[in-house]
């Protein structure tokens, strides 16, 4: 079982920056591809960023590549999500989520096995 706990939204305006924080349980944290995904009232669960349990290996949302980083800390069992130059489009609740058994298409929701609550970013014009 493994548990995800997202903290960092918030309400910012256009042009601001925000890091979002995902701590997971488990031992091996380090073997997961971790995901984040956001979802807009009214729209489905779409895909943000994703990072291989390397480290290295990232996937993006095309509107958002450029603008938004993944990372994570195995040490801390945390993975982040940097969002710079947010825009209002940007505005949803944010998932975090674990692919523990690491399946090549990271892309789409049916990969992830466990998601946290979600918390809210609001980015106002």
């Known amino acids: 079982q493994v548990q995800l706990v997202e903290t960092g939204g918030g309400l910012v305006q256009a042009g601001d920056s925000l890091r979002l924080s995902c701590a997971a349980s488990g031992r091996t944290f380090g073997s997961y591809t971790m995901g984040w995904f956001r979802q807009a009232p009214g729209k489905e669960r779409e895909f943000v960023a994703a990072?291989?349990?390397?480290?290295?290996?990232?996937q993006y949302k095309d509107s958002v590549e450029g603008r938004f980083t993944i990372s994570r800390d195995s040490a801390k069992n945390t993975v982040y999500l940097q969002m710079n130059s947010l825009k209002p489009e940007d505005t949803a609740v944010y998932y975090c989520a674990a692919d523990t058994f690491n399946k090549p298409n990271t892309v789409i929701v049916e990969t992830y096995d466990y998601w946290g609550q979600g918390t809210q970013v609001t980015v106002s014009s």
């Open positions: 990072i291989k349990w390397n480290g290295v290996n990232t």
